[in-house]
């Protein structure tokens, strides 16, 4: 692994979620023009497909990140994420806890947990999160959610969490402004699957990402 803990998160701007069920193209096609879009961020996220077609997608996730300084993040699985030598792993609330993830993982691995109320943000804190996923910030088909946690609570838990914060659900690149300016310059990265993969071109619409993202920052 290249880069270390704290310059993964200290680069975080862009997180792009790699999700066969959203996706027309072949996973690693789509993987592809995202590293090539700006992206800084990927995560595997591969919830109906056997373990070791999750491995084979990964060991040439890896190669391709690893050549690029992006960093790869592993959803659900510490005992892959250690495996094919990814950045880190993404857990969400039924998932194995932070401190457990730990034990399976080498000490330079990310560890990143989805949040939906302040109180799960909290026990992330205590529970070892190196950062935390907020969301839905907006109502999204992708993964099933009628109403969205707003950016009104996106700003709570920034001014209770000093972690690097994740947002993600709904965004699209005209609400995006705001999403960003729910905590200090640099506190939020923008989190996207559907408004990327779903695009014609795929990283055309990760560039326009990256762009909005870099001119929102130096605002």
């Known amino acids: ?6 310059e993964i998160l200290a680069k975080m701007r862009l997180y792009v979620l790699l999700s ?8 690693l ?28 997608i990964s060991r040439d996730l890896r190669k391709m990140t690893e050549n690029a300084g992006v960093a790869f993040i592993m959803n659900d699985r510490p005992d892959l994420a250690k495996l094919v030598n990814a950045d880190g792993v993404h857990l969400g609330q039924e998932d194995i806890p ?11 691995q990310v560890v990143g947990v989805s949040t939906h109320t302040i109180e799960q943000a909290r026990q992330a804190v205590t529970g070892g999160a190196d950062y935390i996923g907020v969301g839905p910030i907006y109502p999204t088909q ?10 009104e609570h996106l700003k709570a838990v920034a001014a209770e969490v000093q972690l690097p914060l994740v947002a993600i659900g709904g965004i699209t690149l005209n609400n995006l402004y705001a999403v960003l ?10 989190a996207v699957c559907a408004a990327i993969l779903g695009a014609e071109d795929i990283q055309g619409a990760t560039e ?8 929102a920052t130096v605002r």
Not at 29 to 56: F, H, M, N, P, S
């Open 1 to 6: 692994m290249g880069m270390s803990k704290e």
């Open 20 to 27: 066969p069920a959203h996706c027309k193209r072949p996973i």
């Open 29 to 56: 096609d789509a993987a592809r023009a995202v590293v090539d879009g700006g992206a800084d961020v990927v995560q595997l996220r591969c919830k109906e497909t056997a373990d070791r077609e999750i491995v084979r």
């Open 98 to 108: 932070p401190a457990g993830a730990r034990k399976i993982l080498r000490r330079a």
């Open 142 to 151: 992708t993964r099933g959610y009628e109403k969205g946690v707003g950016v």
């Open 181 to 190: 300016s729910a905590a200090p310059k640099g506190r939020v990265t923008i």
């Open 208 to 215: 326009s990402f990256k762009r909005a993202i870099e001119r």
